[in-house]
């Protein structure tokens, strides 16, 4: 089967993205496997989509589908256990629901779904594909004829030399994330789990009460609701101003919307979010 280049949505200004309304792709042929997509933002600086594989399933590559791009990612497992390999090196990964898998550009990998529950996986990829850096990309690099699964130049001094073992993937937990408190009186919870010079990845959480103050971001932002009911409201937005979003939704801010976060149930409202380019750093305009 020929590649066929996913889907790109974009979106001119603030825009919700209700579950329902997400661009549905399958991506992959019989070589590489087939993988389902809902694709949330494609636009020219910032890609996010959950990808989903059923139990035992995975995706490899194939001559038209190869797995390895010019761009920073971040996978957020939100169900099922992900194993994560690179197949040029041999390491492999099993990362668990709420951790994530980081990796730079030509860094090839597979991803394997074992658990017996559906997988379900958050992407954040920059440069998006829109410059280049997926599919067009991959298939110039040279082809990974034989894959491996296991660090077999390790065997015989593991774990004794363990200091000097390099992995090209990095998993992230919760005790690994970039923490830091935001707001004028520290309402939001921020986690980072990737703030390179291409993307900045992190998990946020609110509890109940005050809104938080209104930022801005020099670079695009996408996000997607993992738990709880949260509010976003664009205070100088000339549209809708005021937006609910619930699991499974997401919403995109373009480069400088200033907007504000609202939690107004009894629950913790919890989210990803992904700004490209990356800045390493937030913007604050006041409560």
């Not at 690179?86 to 658990?115: I, M, Y």
């Not at 992407?123 to 082809?143: H, L, M």
């Not at 010079?197 to 946020?204: I, Q």
């Amino acid at each position: 089967m020929a590649y066929k280049s996913s889907p790109r949505p974009t979106f001119a200004e603030p825009a919700a993205i209700p579950y329902a309304a997400v661009t549905r792709h399958l991506w992959g042929d019989a070589g590489s496997g087939e993988v389902a997509d809902w694709i949330y933002v494609s636009s020219d600086h910032i890609h996010q989509l959950v990808f989903a594989l059923p139990p035992g399933g995975a995706f490899r590559h194939s001559h038209e589908y190869r797995t390895i791009f010019a761009a920073d990612l971040v996978y957020t497992v939100l169900s099922g256990v992900m194993v994560i390999c690179n197949p040029e090196t041999g390491e492999a990964h099993p990362v668990n629901p709420g951790e994530s898998a980081f990796f730079r550009r030509d860094t090839w990998h597979h991803v394997v779904n074992h658990s017996i529950e559906p997988l379900r996986v958050l992407e954040y990829f920059a440069p998006p594909p829109s410059q280049g850096t997926s599919g067009s990309y991959a298939r110039q690099r040279p082809y990974l004829e034989t894959p491996k699964y296991g660090r077999d130049d390790w065997l015989g001094r593991f774990p004794m030399e363990r200091a000097t073992l390099q992995n090209q993937i990095t998993v992230l937990r919760d005790a690994d994330c970039l923490w830091r408190l935001e707001g004028d009186q520290q309402q939001m919870l921020v986690g980072l789990v990737a703030a390179t010079e291409h993307l900045m990845v992190g998990k946020a959480s609110l509890i109940p009460g005050k809104p938080t103050h209104a930022e801005t971001h020099a670079g695009d932002e996408s996000l997607y609701v993992t738990e709880g009911t949260l509010n976003i409201h664009l205070p100088e937005f000339d549209g809708q101003r005021w937006h609910e979003l619930n699991p499974g939704d997401g919403f995109y801010l373009p480069a400088g919307t200033p907007h504000r976060y609202f939690n107004m149930t009894d629950k913790p409202a919890r989210w990803m979010f992904g700004i490209a380019p990356g800045q390493p750093s937030f913007s604050s305009n006041g409560a």
